[in-house]
């Protein structure tokens, strides 16, 4: 499984390539970003015909959230494979599966870079990957050659420097200048959302298309992705010598009471949708 990952040198995904720390406190982020997208996502992967007896692989699934969604979605004739490189995090998505009785999705702890399916899935699908890879145009050329004949990939992903608040604040605006610096540090992509439809193409799927969506808040637990986000980016901050902790815990406070202020705004990143077909 891991031969031509090796023999074509495409670099693992290591967890420091992975800005945002994972474990349980990771876990509760993704469930909060989860609930915020759930409809959002359900609705774009039954636009693309998910439905009961198809098989549906999730890579770089997180906390499992769209994972067990689609287990519902495709029923229990179909099935769901589900993957990411972090231990701690499929152990957790795994539990989330057996109190639900979810019996038709597998986790598994793997690379992106070294999953080896061909023409086994419905549908391939990722969201908030590619954005902290180093080559996503292999992981894409991947996920291409999972799905069968007529089958789909579909991604969502950011344009981080879509992200905004309104009024301005200094806190928000110095947690984006910190999220992109620990991008870049690890040669990752956070606005790789409007190249995905290019990219796509390059890939040579058929049929491509994409569109946006952009939620925002006033108040609620989607108001909070900001400072979740900022929290869990700290240790890789500190680490890679950006900022150190006592600023970064200044910048949350601030961020903190801004968020609270359900007079403020703070928007999700942009995120662009892209699918396309491969037609074998």
């Not at 954005?131 to 990939?153: E, I, R, T, Y």
């Not at 491509?208 to 989607?222: A, E, L």
């Amino acid at each position: 499984m891991y031969t031509l990952s090796l023999l074509l040198n495409i670099p693992a995904v290591a967890e420091h390539d992975y800005i945002i720390s994972g474990g349980k406190e990771g876990k509760s982020r993704l469930n909060v970003l989860a609930d915020v997208l759930h409809h959002q996502t359900k609705a774009l992967l039954q636009q693309h015909g998910l439905t009961k007896g198809m098989s549906f692989l999730d890579l770089g699934c997180g906390g499992g959230n769209v994972s067990l969604m689609a287990a519902g979605m495709v029923g229990n004739n179909g099935s769901v494979t589900a993957m990411d490189f972090d231990k701690e995090i499929i152990s957790l998505a795994q539990e989330d599966a057996t109190a639900a009785y979810a019996k038709n999705v597998s986790f598994h702890t793997m690379s992106a870079y070294d999953i080896s399916y061909t023409n086994q899935f419905d549908i391939a699908y990722s969201r908030f990957l590619l954005s902290h890879l180093n080559d996503p145009a292999a992981v894409l050329q991947k996920m291409k050659q999972s799905v069968k004949p007529g089958g789909k990939v579909i991604v969502e992903d950011v344009d981080f420097s879509g992200h905004f608040c309104y009024p301005a604040n200094v806190a928000f605006n110095q947690y984006l200048q910190y999220y992109a610096a620990a991008a870049k540090h690890s040669n990752a992509d956070a606005n790789i959302g409007p190249s995905l439809f290019s990219m796509f193409q390059t890939a040579g799927f058929e049929d491509v298309g994409f569109d946006v969506i952009q939620p925002c808040f006033n108040k609620g637990t989607g108001k909070w992705m900001a400072y979740l986000t900022l929290d869990r980016i700290k240790p890789t901050l500190i680490k890679d010598g950006i900022a150190t902790e006592q600023t970064i815990n200044t910048t949350l406070q601030q961020l903190e009471g801004f968020t609270k202020d359900e007079q403020t705004i703070i928007s999700l990143p942009r995120i662009f949708r892209v699918w396309g077909m491969n037609k074998g």
